[in-house]
């Protein structure tokens, strides 16, 4: 996911639900994803202009990886406020999803699973390619300045 300034998307689903005060009542999952600011797109683009690479598949990624529990936490100190996650037996919530199958409720094991499951990319291909040892912008960084943009 690329991310930055005026982001239309999930981390803004996911901003506004924090907002309300409301819990995360799946901090007993630890599942970490890769994001991109939108300041380290730009700078692996302008990297890519100046120089002449090897063709190939190269994945854009922040050099970290995020849990889902530290975007909340990240969101709650952009917004001044403590955050509220809460770790609820995996068990429990699995049995719940499964329940939410069998009476097609929001919560089912399809939706549990994409907010749960990991999802992380290598950009080290992308690094030695260009020369670069690490990218610009660290991920905390980069969502802190995307979180407070959401604020204006």
Request: charged share 25%.
């Amino acid at each position: 996911m690329i991310h930055g300034p005026g982001n239309k998307g999930n981390l803004n689903l996911l901003y506004k639900i924090v907002q309300k005060g409301l819990p995360c009542p799946l901090g007993a999952f630890e599942n970490r994803r890769s994001f991109t600011s939108i300041d380290n797109l730009t700078y692996i683009i302008s990297q890519l202009i100046d120089k002449d690479i090897e063709s190939g598949i190269y994945q854009v990624a922040d050099d970290e990886a995020l849990w889902t529990n530290e975007i909340i936490r990240l969101i709650a100190a952009a917004q001044k406020r403590k955050s509220r996650i809460w770790n609820i037996s995996r068990k429990l919530i699995l049995l719940s999803a499964r329940l939410g199958n069998v009476l097609h409720l929001p919560l089912n094991s399809e939706r549990l699973k994409k907010l749960t499951e990991s999802y992380v990319v290598p950009n080290q291909k992308l690094k030695t390619a260009l020369g670069i040892e690490k990218m610009p912008v660290r991920a905390g960084a980069g969502m802190k300045k995307t979180f407070e943009s959401f604020q204006k």
